[in-house]
């Protein structure tokens, strides 16, 4: 399964994003999608999985009022909406694939990770 991220740019703080993450074919069985971070000089950070089905969402608290996630299985594509950006919201963006079914924050349960998108808030 190869991921391709999209919709990282450079925005203002207050602005909003979309991030996609397209899979080259459906993922098999049931696998939960996330995203991860990684900011500027810091360790990368879970930020939002979800269930194969999208009936299982799971966001980080530090996000929850600000993030939410949403795919289409169909597309095989997971999305990430991102509204009241901050500076410190800057950082690449990773979607992965899981080797399980449900929305877990643990990366070592990702096996397929994409190669990031950049966003970048300024203030």
């Known amino acids: 399964v190869q991921l391709q991220a999209s919709g990282g740019g450079l925005v203002q703080a207050g602005d909003s994003l979309r991030l996609s993450c397209a899979a080259s074919?459906?993922?098999?069985?049931?696998?939960?999608m996330g995203w991860f971070r990684r900011a500027p000089g810091k360790e990368r950070e879970f930020v939002a999985a979800i269930s194969w089905r999208g009936d299982n969402k799971n966001v980080a608290h530090s996000f929850e009022d600000r993030f939410s996630i949403a795919r289409d299985y169909a597309k095989s594509t997971v999305y990430l909406q991102m509204n009241s950006l901050k500076p410190e919201d800057t950082a690449v963006y990773y979607c992965a694939v899981s080797r399980y079914a449900g929305s877990t924050s643990a990366p070592e349960d990702y096996n397929y990770w994409g190669q990031g998108t950049l966003v970048t808030v300024s203030s």
């Open positions: 074919r459906r993922t098999n069985s049931n696998n939960g």
